[in-house]
């Protein structure tokens, strides 16, 4: 994220004047009209989705002329394959998708172009969309003085981040639907978020917004050109070139840990996990980070701020109680209330890390969330060929009747509606509590802390969409409801997933929210990963998780994978969970992959290889990183930009220096290129790692803002862990079980077969090195090049690496 004290722009946004630190740009301004972002939820937010959708399940719209004829206005955008952009297909703006005929249709007519970027599950999208860009009159003004663009932030996350980078340093934080005005030549000059309707919540209009700027185009053209300019070389110096001569060192790693731990610690909520107070997302590259502090640096707090915030959101209203999943972020402190959209994204890397909290714990009730992942992702989020999609409205219809969409309609209950619900099945409970439904009802609402009159602070609510509803909560515990009722556990939970069923089937009744039929490259690499790591956790279900995991990666090599060029396409689209059609962009239209395509589908790959020695994926994965070196790698500074070299219409290749909800592609590939140089003896990988510390050397502090990247850092200090297992048999294959199901931050596992050193695929020093005692399969333990004695018995190398890795907190026995 861009500091201020590189660049910043005040929110004087109507003079569209610059102010820096250090004064790089300035002009005269005057006749002020504050256009300041004053968002009605919170100021503290500093990357909030304001956003949600408007389409039917599993559907893209038709475009068909007849279908056209239905409706007032089509414009431009009915002819793409995005859903978001399907959404405002017919609008009365005259939108454009982003390319030539937009850009060189506002040289032509020497206008502005009002650029829009949102995502079709993005609440505030909607809103927006709604008051304004349904609206007639506004749209004359739009499509008299603008060239109107439409952009899918996660079809073009390149466009989406330059610009938003221009928000944060304009306005100190931003969000979706973003708003920026740029020259024809691309050159931002003014921006926002979201805009209302009227004058409102210290906001001023959408329509007074649009005059104003307009105004300020045809009087002060001149000065807006040279404005924008200078601001893209801010851009430029700020977002891809080294900005100081901070170096990496060996051994920093360190000193970084102790001081990230720190923040971690000052920031951390004790009460309710998490950090800050809200809204709350729950950003797994930080989990990821202290996992690993925890077992570098032995720091019991580093192991416990992640477990509590894991038990926390699993206990949330963030978390889908009646069938797994989780939303994207939540508006409260305690995770109560969510923005209820579930993106793809988050459901993989959460997957991954609650099967991480198990291998470090064997608590049970960390796989039980990551199954419940597993489970929803499966039935609701999958092309039926195996890729998955990008993830589900907050908003959806609350009956079938109903004509207006509000937030949470499909998840939310009223107290009398779970009551019924429980009566209406107490033939299914005649074994639970003496088929007692009214004790039934009481132990559930206590437990999910059901309230009569709705159990959400209206604070929460700013639309009163959830006014009287409940969005089940765990205040307390599975052992305090266990005491208040004198129940025991197991009956307790069975209880509990006997009514969950039961609601489970009501709400299948009604309209479900929009599903956005988007596969992205780099969310399906981030959804491998989580299905690879739970397929380690030694489940009985692993051969369900490991095969799902297969039908990924040949879903990705199938439909988003050029074999001739060796490139990835950043995504394609289906029709639904029940529809096996694949959707593609022609040749001229097609979308190439980004820096996070590559680095999260070879982390996918690798992590996939670790629980399958499936071969293939470790060949696939150096053929990718090698594309990914060609295309993004900066030889000159270091590190990977973002986009390609050649992208058209693309003002500047930045790159990624912040692990966010997402981990950065920079911080991916560093983990990646480590194991690589392990996997094949490659010391070229390894300078590239170095070199890309020192990239990002100066961000400070560094493993705040780079988390993910500080974990790879500790690798490269402290060594990979190399499991070298012999040749294919049952003793083998136990070795190599045993190993999978502990947390060991970068493992690399061989298995060696004499007999066949000509087609293996790791380094020929792995081959060499690693022999057989006696003729049997044998495990080496290596760490940082050091290798412990050799073991040819499962139960000594399951003591050894429980005393390295397992840690079983104090109230807890295996």
């Known amino acids: 994220m861009v500091t201020t004290?590189?660049?910043?722009?005040?929110?004087?946004?109507?003079?569209?004047c610059i102010s820096t630190s250090t004064p790089l740009i300035h002009h005269s301004c005057s006749s002020p009209i504050q256009l300041n972002i004053a968002y009605p939820w919170s100021k503290n937010d500093k990357i909030r989705s304001m956003a949600t959708d408007d389409r039917k399940t599993g559907e893209l719209p038709s475009t068909s002329t007849s279908e056209a004829k239905k409706h007032i206005f089509t414009n431009r955008l009915a002819q793409e394959k995005s859903p978001y952009l399907l959404q405002h297909a017919h609008n009365p703006v005259d939108w454009y998708p982003w390319g030539d005929e937009a850009i060189e249709k506002a040289k032509s007519e020497n206008k502005l172009i009002f650029l829009s970027v949102g995502y079709s599950t993005c609440h505030w999208c909607h809103v927006m969309e709604h008051e304004s860009f349904e609206n007639e009159a506004v749209a004359d003004i739009m499509n008299k003085n603008f060239v109107n663009i439409k952009v899918d932030r996660e079809e073009r996350p390149d466009i989406d981040r330059i610009y938003m980078q221009f928000v944060l340093m304009m306005n100190g934080s931003g969000g979706w639907p973003m708003s920026v005005w740029l020259t024809p030549d691309l050159a931002p000059i003014t921006a926002g978020t979201y805009f209302p309707p009227n004058d409102r919540w210290g906001m001023p209009s959408f329509t007074n917004v649009l005059t104003t700027i307009a105004d300020k185009w045809n009087k002060n053209q001149d000065e807006l050109i040279a404005t924008g300019l200078e601001v893209i070389e801010v851009l430029q110096r700020t977002l891809s070139e080294k900005t100081s001569e901070a170096t990496f060192e060996e051994g920093s790693s360190e000193p970084k840990v102790a001081e990230t731990l720190r923040i971690f610690e000052l920031r951390f909520d004790q009460e309710y996990g998490g950090f800050g107070s809200h809204p709350k997302f729950p950003k797994v590259p930080r989990l990821n980070f202290l996992f690993h502090a925890y077992i570098v640096s032995k720091q019991k707090v580093a192991l416990d701020m992640a477990l509590q915030t894991l038990r926390c959101l699993g206990k949330g209203g963030i978390h889908d109680h009646i069938f797994g999943g989780f939303a994207r972020y939540s508006v409260d402190r305690k995770w109560h209330v969510p923005h209820f959209e579930k993106m793809i994204y988050d459901q993989g890397q959460l997957m991954a890390v609650y099967a991480d909290a198990y291998k470090l714990t064997r608590d049970s009730t960390f796989l039980d969330y990551a199954d419940g992942i597993y489970s929803y992702t499966i039935a609701d989020l999958r092309h039926p060929l195996g890729g998955f999609y990008a993830g589900e409205d907050a908003d959806s219809l609350p009956s079938a009747k109903a004509t207006k969409k509000i937030e949470g309609a499909f998840y939310a209950w009223t107290f009398d509606e779970?009551?019924?619900?429980?009566?209406?099945?107490?033939?299914?409970?005649?074994?639970?509590?003496?088929?007692?439904?009214?004790?039934?009802?009481?132990?559930?609402?206590?437990?999910?802390?059901?309230?009569?009159?709705?159990?959400?602070?209206?604070?929460?609510?700013?639309?009163?969409?959830?006014?009287?509803?409940?969005?089940?909560?765990?205040?307390?515990?599975?052992e305090k409801t266990c005491e208040k009722f004198a129940l025991e556990k197991e009956n307790l939970k069975r209880l509990l997933t006997l009514v969950n069923k039961m609601l489970l089937e009501k709400r299948k009744q009604r309209p479900r929210p929009h599903l956005d039929t988007k596969i992205i490259c780099s969310w399906n690499g981030l959804v491998l990963t989580g299905l690879s790591k739970l397929a380690d956790c030694d489940s009985e279900r692993r051969e369900e998780y490991l095969s799902t995991a297969a039908r990924l990666k040949e879903f990705l090599y199938a439909h988003l994978y050029d074999k001739e060029s060796k490139t990835l396409q950043r995504s394609c689209y289906g029709l639904g969970t029940n529809d096996e059609t694949i959707l593609k962009h022609v040749e001229k239209e097609?979308?190439?992959?980004?820096?996070?395509?590559?680095?999260?589908?070879?982390?996918?790959?690798?992590?996939?290889?670790?629980?399958?020695?499936?071969?293939?994926?470790?060949?696939?994965?150096?053929?990718?990183?090698?594309?990914?070196d060609s295309l993004f790698w900066d030889n000159e500074n270091g590190a990977y930009f973002y986009s390609q070299a050649d992208s058209p219409n693309v003002v500047v290749r930045l790159k990624d220096d912040h692990d966010g909800a997402e981990p950065s592609g920079n911080s991916m590939a560093a983990y990646n290129l480590l194991l690589l140089a392990q996997y094949y003896n490659d010391e070229n990988y390894s300078k590239r790692v170095v070199r890309m510390f020192e990239f990002f050397a100066d961000q400070k502090p560094f493993g705040y803002v780079l988390p993910e990247m500080l974990s790879s850092m500790m690798l490269q200090d402290n060594g990979l862990d190399l499991v070298a297992v012999g040749p294919k048999t049952e003793l083998t294959r136990k070795f190599a079980e045993i190993s999978r199901k502990y947390y060991i931050p970068g493992m690399v596992i061989a298995e060696i077969d004499p007999q066949e050193l000509e087609i293996q695929v790791y380094n020929q020093c792995i081959l060499e090195k690693y022999k057989m005692i006696d003729a049997h399969p044998t495990v080496y333990l290596c760490h940082g090049g050091v290798c412990r004695m050799p073991i040819t018995d499962p139960v000594k190398l399951e003591d050894e690496l429980s005393e390295i890795f397992l840690r079983i907190p104090n109230n807890q026995t295996l």
């Open 5 to 16: 004290s590189k660049a910043y722009l005040i929110k004087d946004t109507s003079s569209l």
């Open 590 to 628: 097609r979308i190439e992959g980004f820096l996070d395509d590559y680095a999260f589908l070879i982390r996918g790959l690798l992590d996939f290889y670790k629980t399958s020695l499936d071969g293939t994926a470790l060949k696939w994965a150096k053929e990718l990183q090698e594309t990914q």
């Open 418 to 478: 779970i009551r019924q619900c429980i009566n209406d099945n107490k033939e299914l409970l005649a074994d639970c509590e003496k088929g007692d439904v009214e004790k039934i009802f009481n132990i559930y609402a206590h437990h999910y802390d059901l309230r009569e009159n709705g159990n959400v602070d209206p604070q929460s609510d700013p639309h009163g969409h959830l006014t009287g509803k409940n969005i089940l909560f765990v205040g307390g515990s599975i």
